[in-house]
């Protein structure tokens, strides 16, 4: 079992950048595969960015794709997002998750986080 705790979400403006974390604890990342999601207000949960175990193998969303960049360090047990030239609607919680598979499906995702609010005005 993993736990996984997300920071480094806030407030920004469009066009600017974010960088969040995904810190792991427990069973060790490189276990897993793991998405980051996010979900805005009345909308379901969606797939973002996803990385393999190794993260050799990267894979995005069309609408992040070119602009938000999944990396992980697995010694230290945490996955990045790099999100930049953020837009409106990229405001959103983001959550991160693990999976034993590669995937875009939420509900192949065994273990989440608590999430974390990202906001971009204008």
């Known amino acids: 079992q993993v736990q996984l705790v997300e920071s480094g979400g806030g407030l920004v403006q469009a066009g600017g950048s974010l960088r969040l974390s995904c810190a792991a604890s427990?069973?060790?990342?490189?276990?897993?595969?793991i998405g980051w999601f996010r979900q805005a207000p009345g909308k379901e949960r969606e797939f973002v960015a996803g990385?393999?175990?190794?993260?050799?193998?990267?894979y995005y969303a069309e609408s992040v794709e070119g602009r938000f960049t999944i990396s992980r360090d697995n010694a230290k047990n945490t996955v990045f997002l790099q999100m930049s030239s953020l837009k409106l609607d990229d405001t959103a919680v983001y959550y991160c998750a693990a999976s034993t598979s590669l995937n875009m499906v939420a509900s192949m995702y065994d273990y989440w986080g608590q999430g974390t609010q990202v906001t971009v005005s204008s």
């Open positions: 990385i393999s175990w190794s993260g050799s193998t990267t």
């Open positions: 427990g069973r060790t990342l490189s276990y897993y595969v």
